[in-house]
């Protein structure tokens, strides 16, 4: 019933008006806050690539504190944002938009980057204390800086069902699907194996979200990445064309005139929005679990996860694709173009190491976005019995999505991720002075040669934030 309900509404166009005005808040909001912060993703790049290997180093350290480190924050998030959108998605794009959605793809993670630093530094600041360590994100932070906790209780109910429910149903979805076409499993064996390990990872609580995390989320990147770099390898006397051929359908007259730069510009931007989900809110919820001296720190931490995304691991499927050319053939889109332009490449093993892929990167997604509503189902009512019926209804959809057919699901992601981005936008924008004072904060410290230190104090008129306080810093 709800899922006829949901059909009716993306069936009906509204969603591509409705993505239209989103692309231009996206944009717009993020041009904002790159200049604010005087293009924070570009200019503390080489200080961001530090934290994430100190934070690695913090992780394995025989010292840890047993906290959530800067590093198993960042692998949280990555988790969620690695997954069927970085390999079905950008074949998806490219499939209906043509190589000009690449080029749109980059554009909105250069850009949006500077909101990724902005939600993630917000999260950090109104994060709060329970038992696992911290907890925190957008509707925290509409709760505690905006004083409205409704609006924060709508964005919690939304990210819930869009993350915990529907895109764990899709992720499973694509596993099973992947692991038929390449191994001939079938999908309800596959998807009983799921919800099995799915139940071990997310009844342990945060700390083994964030363990499962730590160990999948590199070496899935790792791999794949080699992988592409061999097929780059093999054909690299073709990669200034395929360059050539992304700028000129990006904003070729021919594309102009025939309406193919706006699908392109369109699918660029909805399939990086999917994947990076800079600004959506989401990638908050697991910056907020980091254990750091300075909200701005895990704040670049974050920042980089978006081009870690985007910029790496979208562009090492879109050249997959490209350099083979399978993307012109008829009928093929989706995981079955990315699993083609591979084994033509790398011979019949790709189509099985895309189906391990998928699984690696799906499965991390299913516990990355299980987190987030976790933290959300815990914003609106601590009582455990909701976080433990909340868990069964993950554990199922997961079962459920391994088996049934998804017909709406990239719609109904447009859908709940466009009202998601929406709330959490308008609250970031309200916001956006308090994470740049920080930021100013943090780079003072820098220039006076100081590890940086925050404390309720370091930005002026600072309320209702709980785990800053100077008894707090100094202990540490």
């Known amino acids: 019933m709800i899922l006829g309900f949901l059909e009716n509404i993306v069936s009906t166009g509204n969603t591509f008006l409705w993505s239209y005005v989103l692309i231009v808040l996206l944009i717009a909001i993020g041009i904002y806050f790159t200049i604010r912060t005087n293009f924070v993703q570009f200019r503390f790049l080489g200080e961001m690539i530090r934290l994430l290997g100190e934070g690695a180093k913090k992780s394995t350290s025989k010292d840890s504190d047993g906290n959530v480190s ?45 909101s990724g630093f902005v939600e993630s530094t917000l999260a950090q600041i109104y994060k709060v204390k329970d038992k696992d360590g911290y907890r925190g994100g957008p509707a925290y932070y509409m709760e505690k800086a905006l004083g409205m906790r409704g609006m924060g209780i709508v964005f919690s109910i939304l990210i819930t069902i869009c993350f915990g429910l529907v895109f764990n149903s899709v992720q499973a979805n694509t596993i099973t699907l992947a692991f038929e076409h390449a191994f001939g499993i079938d999908r309800l064996v596959t998807g009983l194996i799921l919800a099995i390990l799915a139940a071990f990872v997310i009844f342990g609580g945060v700390k083994r979200v964030a363990k499962t995390s730590e160990i ?79 909200p701005v720190k895990q704040g670049f931490v974050q920042t980089l996860g978006v081009f870690t995304d985007t910029i790496l691991i979208c562009s090492a499927t879109a050249f997959i694709i490209l350099l083979s050319g399978a993307w012109t053939a008829k009928g093929l889109t989706g995981i079955q173009l990315t699993q083609a332009a591979l084994s033509s490449q790398v011979g019949g093993w790709g189509n099985n190491f895309i189906a391990l892929c998928i699984m690696l990167f799906a499965f991390s997604s299913i516990v990355g976005n299980y987190y987030y509503g976790e933290s959300n189902i ?99």
């Not at 009512?381 to 990239?410: C, D, E, H, P």
């Open 70 to 114: 800067s590093f198993q924050a960042f692998c949280i998030s990555t988790a969620s944002r690695v997954g069927t959108g970085n390999l079905a998605g950008v074949a998806i794009a490219i499939a209906i938009g043509g190589p000009g959605a690449v080029f749109w793809m980059w554009m909105l993670a250069l850009v949006s980057a500077s």
């Open 216 to 294: 999948i989320v590199p070496v899935m990147a790792v791999a794949y990445l080699l992988v592409a770099l061999f097929v780059i390898g093999k054909n690299i006397s073709q990669v200034p064309a395929i360059f050539s051929l992304i700028i000129h359908s990006a904003f070729g007259l021919k594309e102009a005139v025939g309406g193919g730069m706006g699908i392109a510009l369109m699918q660029g931007i909805k399939r990086g929005l999917f994947s990076n989900e800079a600004g959506m809110g989401s990638a908050p919820n697991a910056a907020a679990t980091a254990d750091v001296s300075h």
């Open 378 to 476: 815990e914003f609106i009512n601590t009582n455990k019995k909701w976080l433990f019926f909340y868990r069964i209804a993950v554990v199922a959809m997961v079962l459920m999505g391994s088996i049934a057919k998804v017909q709406v699901v990239w719609n109904m992601a447009d859908l709940f991720m466009g009202s998601m981005a929406l709330i959490n936008l308008i609250a970031i924008v309200l916001l956006g002075k308090i994470a740049f004072a920080a930021l100013k904060d943090y780079a003072r410290q820098k220039k006076e040669g100081k590890d940086p230190v925050f404390t309720v104090n370091s930005i002026e008129g600072l309320k209702n934030v709980e785990c800053w306080g100077e008894k707090l810093i100094e202990k540490e």
